[in-house]
């Protein structure tokens, strides 16, 4: 069974920044798109930022231009760089690989996540 580990959230003032990493277990990713997504109290769980297993990549509206999503394969890693956070960006984050480009179902299970909390 795929166990996914998030990690990197932490504390961190408005404007402050922050860099997620998701390990998989076992050799999952590589052909896979990734996607980080976020769930805070009282709403659903929205995806933050998709990439392709090519590369290509996908944000919401929300945090274009202050979040990038990349992968190392050979590391079977993904990361989320967050720049420039925001209140409104606080909650648990959390990674999955996706079921195609739409990135509304995930294969795995999905982990613990880690906690963002942006103080103003």
């Known amino acids: 069974q795929v166990q996914l580990v998030e990690s990197g959230g932490g504390l961190v003032q408005a404007g402050g920044s922050l860099r997620l990493s998701c390990a998989a277990s076992?050799?999952?990713?590589?052909?896979?798109?990734l996607g980080w997504y976020r769930q805070a109290p009282g709403k659903q769980r929205e995806l933050v930022a998709g990439?392709?297993?090519?590369?290509?990549?996908t944000y919401a509206d929300s945090v274009k231009g202050r979040f990038i999503i990349s992968r190392d394969n050979a590391k079977n890693m993904v990361y989320l760089q967050m720049n420039s956070l925001k209140p409104e960006d606080t909650a648990v984050y959390f990674c999955?690989?996706?079921?195609?480009?739409?990135?509304?179902?995930?294969?795995?299970?999905w982990g613990q996540g880690t906690q963002v909390t942006v103080s103003s």
């Open positions: 999955n690989a996706a079921v195609g480009a739409s990135y509304s179902y995930v294969r795995y299970a």
């Open positions: 076992g050799r999952v990713f590589s052909f896979n798109h």
């Open positions: 990439i392709t297993s090519d590369g290509t990549t």
